[in-house]
């Protein structure tokens, strides 16, 4: 069936250094691509998504691109702060059918100061 | 807006009892979305609807069943609860399927 792998599962980095994370997905149909953030003991929130027409996208320190052929994505934080310390979760789905919404198994950020 | 609201934050169930989770939206979503969350793992659907009388099931139907009588709301039942759906389950829903998912704040259900 259709999968979302992501990685790492935590990530560890110095404010105000790089952060990145990878997803890759199994079905070929899919063409919209969500990121979440989610804080501990709170609620999944949207911080940036991505659909197929476009290559990538960027929204302040946050961007994402996508790689079509070789089936993966990934998330792009810049000048890390203590406040982008969370889970980060991506997903993939297909139009017109919500039971394809996939979620990643997360990756827990932590910024060192 | 209060956004998406759920009741109750947290219930202990003994194993066999069923119970109601209550998800309501009042920003007039078509889209509403069940999911688990499991320790330290990411998110699993469990059923969704795309409106009212209309619902399926997600990766994790097993043990759930759901209705969507009204746009507002969507409640998830469990039958016979088993100590697997030991789990924070977070409704969310969207102006379509492809759009924003505004989450609920969750329930922390444990069953023993």
């Known amino acids: 069936g259709e999968n979302v792998e992501q990685h790492p599962s935590t990530l560890s980095v110095q404010e105000g250094d790089s952060a990145v994370i990878k997803c890759t997905y199994s079905d070929s149909a899919s063409n919209y691509f969500p990121w979440y953030k989610q804080e501990l003991g709170k609620r999944p929130q949207l911080i940036i998504d991505?659909?197929?027409?476009?290559g990538e996208k960027k929204d302040q320190r946050i961007a994402v691109t996508l790689n079509k052929t070789a089936k993966h994505f990934s998330l792009h934080i810049t000048e890390t702060q203590p406040e982008d310390s969370a889970v980060y979760f991506c997903?993939?789905?297909?139009?017109?059918?919500?039971?394809?919404?996939?979620f990643g198994s997360g990756t827990r950020l932590s910024i060192r100061p | 807006n209060a956004g998406v609201t759920q009741t109750p934050k947290f219930r202990i169930l003994k194993i066999g009892q069923s119970m109601t989770l209550q998800c309501t939206q009042d920003?007039?979503?078509?889209?509403m979305y069940w999911y688990r969350q499991d320790p330290g793992m990411g998110l699993k659907l469990i059923y969704y609807s795309v409106g009212a009388g209309i619902t399926d099931k997600g990766e994790v139907p097993n043990g759930y069943n759901v209705s969507r009588s009204t746009t507002e709301d969507f409640p998830l039942r469990l039958e016979l609860a088993a100590p697997s759906q030991t789990s924070v389950y977070f409704c969310a829903s969207s102006s379509g399927g492809q759009e924003t998912q505004y989450f609920g704040p969750g329930t922390r259900l444990l069953v023993l």
């Open positions: 920003m007039n979503h078509n889209y």
């Open positions: 991505i659909r197929s027409n476009v």
């Open positions: 997903a993939a789905s297909r139009w017109s059918s919500a039971s394809k919404i996939i």
